[in-house]
């Protein structure tokens, strides 16, 4: 499934009115959903687009050549914690948290307990510690702490015993594998809503150290807004957007909020796109002097 683009409309109606938009930075590329939007929507506006894996930078090398070659958009895979040095200042920043379908769909890149493949979870394959070394060899409490901070998960310690003891009898190596004894340790109690997706949601968060990345980047992208610039963030659960919340509140020296409620998909996004359905979108402005 290619990725569709989660908020769009609300996210062009809080670019439309930066003055003098000219610099865009989309620091989670994807499929460059966003990315084609402002590209066509703001055609004075040049493109920085980041991503950590380098599948998406691929994808977007070969799709979105024209934009390139015209030199409107430049594609850098890189960890967009790591950006925030640049010289560039950018008058609008969005950061689209979390994973993209085709990352969630490809079963080798193992994210999904829907589609059997390696315990892996790393956006960028490169980085050196994936879901399988976590589950294998993390202690029982510190597997608890994983699954209690990250995905709220309640019984975090009967799921953290129930690995510790499938593992003695041999390494958990699959999506499947994991997903079954977190079925087993905790039992179906929603129709519809696998017992395992917390645990899975906790575990990728921790692979790819997204709290700690999604921190920094905010700080070191403030200071490379243009004052009047916005920065636009799109989270996928609460714990994720509780943070950027009280971040924006801690910030309050370098500009503010442009609302004070969080921004949700309308009801007729999230029939056409149940992914889009835990969205938040929050949105900060950099003072103009
Ligand atoms: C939800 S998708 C973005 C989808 C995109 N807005 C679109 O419409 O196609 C999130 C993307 O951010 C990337 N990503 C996540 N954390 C990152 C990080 N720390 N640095 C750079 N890219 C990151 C992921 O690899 C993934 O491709």
């Known amino acids: 499934m290619q990725h569709k683009p989660v908020l769009l409309n609300e996210v062009l109606e809080f670019l439309r009115p930066i003055e003098n938009f000219k610099s865009f930075l989309d620091a989670t590329f994807g499929r460059g959903g966003h990315t084609h939007e402002v590209l066509k929507e703001f055609p004075h506006v040049k493109v920085t687009a980041l991503d950590r894996d380098p599948a998406a930078i691929g994808y977007g090398k070969v799709e979105f050549a024209s934009f390139i070659q015209d030199g409107r958009l430049e594609l850098i895979h890189t960890n967009y914690s790591i950006y925030g040095d640049a010289q560039n200042h950018f008058d609008g920043i969005l950061m689209d948290l979390g994973v993209s379908s085709p990352q969630l769909d490809d079963p080798k890149r193992g994210f999904s307990f829907y589609n059997d493949g390696p315990l892996d979870m790393r956006m960028n394959p490169d980085d050196s510690v994936s879901a399988k070394e976590i589950v294998n060899t993390w202690t029982e409490e510190e597997l608890a702490n994983v699954f209690y901070h990250y995905g709220d998960v309640k019984k975090s310690f009967r799921v953290a015993r129930a690995i510790a003891e499938?593992?003695?009898?041999?390494?958990?190596?699959?999506?499947?594998?994991?997903?079954?004894?977190i079925e087993r340790a905790l039992g179906w109690h929603r129709k519809g809503h696998h017992p395992a997706t917390e645990c899975f949601l906790a575990l990728r968060i921790c692979v790819n150290n997204e709290f700690e990345h999604m921190e920094k980047a905010i700080h070191n992208f403030l200071n490379i807004l243009s004052p009047g610039g916005r920065l636009l963030i799109i989270t996928f659960h609460s714990a994720e957007d509780r943070k950027v919340k009280n971040l924006f509140l801690t910030l309050k020296n370098l500009g503010e909020p442009v609302q004070k409620k969080v921004v949700k998909p309308s009801r007729e996004e999230q029939v056409q796109n149940p992914r889009s359905r835990s969205a938040h979108l929050r949105v900060f402005e950099r003072a103009k002097s």
């Open 166 to 181: 499938n593992r003695k009898v041999k390494p958990i190596e699959t999506t499947g594998e994991l997903s079954k004894i």
